[in-house]
């Protein structure tokens, strides 16, 4: 899944994972994920498609602002395995562990304006635009304009 999701021309610019990764650089990836929470950088999930019994994406629930009681949410599908409704379901499904942690109030997700299928998968989590933050990141050395999504405790 790593070295599929590497081949994507936007991921190696959201996160560690190199663009055509080798089976050594997708490696050293997947143990940067095992890591995460003992790094204290949050939760790092595999997504698995039932149907394939296999991984097929990840998600992160990523904790540097739980201080003030938000978190922030990343997902990646392999290009295969996309337009499937897997990304919504590992949303909901990762929103429902976030609010098993007493300090969490707010989740958010940051997504660029042209990507319709991530902003669907949130919406279909039941994630609300709040707005757009221009120029908000850096991505593959460019700064970039961000939908912001988020979604409370119920």
């Not at 890591?35 to 949050?42: E, F, I, K, P, V």
């Not at 499904?93 to 940051?110: C, K, Q, S």
């Not at 949130?122 to 988020?150: C, F, P, T, V």
Request: proline fraction near 5%; charge should be negative; hydrophobic fraction near 40%.
């Amino acid at each position: 899944m790593a070295m599929e999701l590497s081949q994507d021309p936007y991921v190696p610019k959201t996160g560690t994972l190199p663009g055509h990764a080798t089976a050594e650089q997708a490696g050293q990836w997947i143990q940067r994920q095992q890591n995460r929470l003992t790094d204290g950088a949050g939760f790092a999930f595999a997504v698995i498609a039932r149907d394939q019994e296999r991984c097929v994406g990840f998600m992160g629930l990523w904790l540097q602002d739980l201080a003030a009681g938000r978190a922030q949410l990343g997902y990646g599908i392999a290009p295969p395995f996309r337009g499937h409704g897997l990304a919504s379901d590992a949303v909901h499904a990762v929103t429902a562990f976030g609010w098993t942690i007493p300090d969490l109030h707010r989740i958010e997700l940051y997504i660029e304006p042209w990507n319709t299928a991530s902003f669907k998968a949130a919406e279909n989590a039941g994630y609300l635009r709040e707005g757009l933050l221009r120029s908000h990141q850096e991505l593959g050395g460019e700064r970039r304009d961000m939908l912001i999504y988020a979604t409370l405790r119920p």
